[in-house]
């Protein structure tokens, strides 16, 4: 008798089976039984529709997972957007307080002065209220450099982060030592990106509980202008927005702990030379 094509390829599986799969054991199945050809045939489409089933599976799987990165993803974004909304009304706040206490209480001061100075034949009221108005256009000097630093256009990163160490230091009383590259190479967007995000971590660490001495050090590497900032603190604050800044140039950003401190280390890459 001739076994039709499928039914040979019955047979060679039953064999296969029967040899690996049950240790000799006779098979239930005979192929030469007249239902043994539908029997398989079933038995194909069960297995077939199995690893579908699976395979299937698998990709709802892949794609819940996905969904969820994303939807964490999504979280962290709207986390930061508040932070960021914070952030800035923090900062408003701030340089509102500035402005109120330290130029205009100075400023009506000082108009006080002026206005016993007619009085006043030793100059000695008309002397202070130059003083009070010294110290105000300092201080306004100081807010205008935060907000839009000039020697960082002019002079470049190592002069601008020198100003910054002294401005943070005379705010805080923080001891703050800077050692930096005259120049480093960066160019316009991975400047201005270094120096916000470096003058965002000085401010945080000068304020940093048991914080002794902020060591920052800025050099040019091979391919890459480093930034490292040392500190005596936790440094427990969030830099997912400053990590994310620096991306945005293709930089890094990476903290660590050491015993009694912490350091933060910003890579980016070198782009065209600054301007002079």
């Known amino acids: 008798?001739?076994?039709?094509?499928?039914?040979?390829?019955?047979?060679?599986?039953?064999?296969?089976?029967?040899?690996?799969?049950?240790?000799?054991?006779?098979?239930?199945?005979?192929f030469l039984h007249p239902d043994a050809h539908e029997m398989w045939m079933r038995l194909i489409v069960f297995g077939m529709l199995t690893t579908q089933a699976v395979l299937?599976?698998?990709?709802?799987r892949r794609r819940n997972e996905t969904i969820e990165?994303?939807?964490?993803?999504?979280?962290?974004?709207?986390?930061?957007?508040?932070q960021l909304a914070y952030g800035d009304?923090?900062?408003?706040?701030?340089?509102?307080?500035?402005?109120?206490e330290n130029v205009a209480q100075q400023l009506t001061a000082a108009r006080m002065f002026l206005s016993a100075?007619?009085?006043?034949?030793?100059?000695?009221?008309l002397r202070a209220a130059e003083r009070i108005v010294d110290r105000c256009v300092a201080e306004l000097r100081d807010i205008a450099e935060e907000l839009s630093p000039p020697v960082l256009d002019e002079y470049?990163?190592?002069?601008?982060?020198?100003?910054?160490?002294?401005?943070?230091m005379r705010r805080?009383?923080?001891?703050?030592?800077?050692?930096?590259?005259?120049?480093?190479?960066?160019?316009?967007?991975?400047?201005?990106a270094v120096f916000t995000v470096t003058s965002e971590i000085i401010q945080l660490a000068a304020t940093d509980a048991d914080v002794g001495t902020?060591?920052?050090?800025?050099?040019?590497?091979?391919?890459?202008?480093?930034?490292?900032?040392?500190w005596d603190g936790p440094g427990s604050h969030d830099l997912f927005g400053m990590c994310e800044r620096l991306s945005s140039v293709g930089g890094s950003l990476e903290r660590r702990h050491f015993a009694g401190g912490t350091s933060v280390l910003i890579l980016v890459p070198l782009g065209a030379p600054q301007a002079a």
């Open 172 to 192: 805080t009383g923080t001891s703050i030592e800077v050692d930096c590259d005259a120049t480093l190479g960066l160019g316009e967007q991975e400047l201005l």
């Open 156 to 168: 470049g990163l190592g002069p601008a982060l020198e100003a910054l160490g002294s401005r943070a």
């Open 69 to 82: 990165r994303q939807r964490a993803y999504q979280l962290r974004l709207s986390d930061l957007t508040a």
């Open 117 to 125: 100075a007619e009085a006043d034949k030793t100059g000695e009221a």
């Open 1 to 30: 008798m001739v076994l039709p094509v499928p039914m040979l390829v019955f047979w060679a599986a039953e064999s296969w089976l029967h040899s690996h799969l049950f240790d000799g054991a006779a098979f239930a199945i005979d």
């Open 214 to 230: 902020v060591r920052l050090t800025a050099t040019a590497l091979t391919e890459k202008a480093s930034v490292l900032i040392e």
């Open 56 to 60: 299937w599976s698998q990709t709802i």
């Open 89 to 100: 009304a923090q900062e408003r706040r701030e340089l509102a307080t500035r402005v109120h």
